[in-house]
């Protein structure tokens, strides 16, 4: 097996800056420190009201990220028009309302099958990986690979309000990742992840990346976004 990748969001990064419309803290800077500190991609969420990364910082994360950069977004044809210019070397399709404090759930794929498979396939033309965020629900792993998906992150929200304990999520997850290897869907996991949750995971040997953002920045705020990065990507390989 392949070492896991480690990406770390830099979103909440951007929501302390956009807190007083400044410039600090800059979530090109931070990404340029996980980096350093072992990440081995960033992660940036461009919503559609610009909440938080701003399309600057897309731009210059492209510039300055020589790696895995991916570029989650709404399946709309304003957002593939940006990833389009942007070239990440990834996109994330994802689920997005205006009044949610995150993203709440996975991408409804199976009931938007023609229009999210519109904008798989143009990414794929213009070379940008496509990835689906999916809950893990055998459904939607079907549908993802229907539309001619690359990759599946598996939305680990529920396991994580549910604690690495609860079996029943955790066979949820098991099921819907072993169904994507067996679609040759390359398979990642995303959402609620911490420093308690993340070994669990970590021991399912077909994941191969760990997006994880909220937790890594909490943790920089007392120990620096190196060291927060060198523990995660520990936690990950240990297990």
């Known amino acids: 097996m392949s070492e896991r990748r480690l990406v770390v969001n830099v979103d909440h990064v951007a929501t302390v800056r956009q807190a007083r419309r400044g410039v600090e803290p800059d979530p090109v800077t931070a990404a340029a420190l ?13 919503r559609e009201d610009r909440r938080h990364i701003q399309d600057r910082d897309v731009r210059l994360l492209r510039q300055t990220v020589h790696g895995l950069f991916c570029l989650e977004m709404a399946a709309t044809q304003e957002m593939l028009k940006v990833a389009l210019e942007a070239r990440p070397s990834s996109v994330t399709l994802v689920p997005e309302r205006r009044e949610e404090l995150t993203t709440e759930g996975g991408l409804d794929v199976q009931s938007r099958i023609g229009e999210v498979g519109e904008i798989v396939r143009a990414l794929g033309d213009g070379g940008i990986r496509a990835c689906l965020f999916v809950a893990p629900d055998l459904d939607q792993i079907k549908a993802a690979h229907r539309v001619g998906a690359r990759a599946v992150e598996i939305h680990t ?20 990742i072993r169904l994507a290897v067996k679609l040759r869907l390359e398979v990642g996991v995303g959402h609620g992840l911490d420093y308690r949750n993340v070994a669990r995971l970590a021991r399912i040997a077909e994941v191969e990346e760990f997006s994880i953002g909220h937790s890594i920045v909490s943790r920089a705020l007392f120990v620096g976004i190196e060291r927060a990065v060198r523990e995660m990507k520990a936690l990950v390989a240990r297990a």
């Open 34 to 46: 996980a980096l350093l500190g072992g990440a081995d991609g960033i992660v940036a969420h461009l």
């Open 157 to 176: 929200g529920r396991y994580a309000e549910r604690g690495p304990d609860h079996e029943e999520e955790v066979r949820r997850i098991e099921d819907a």
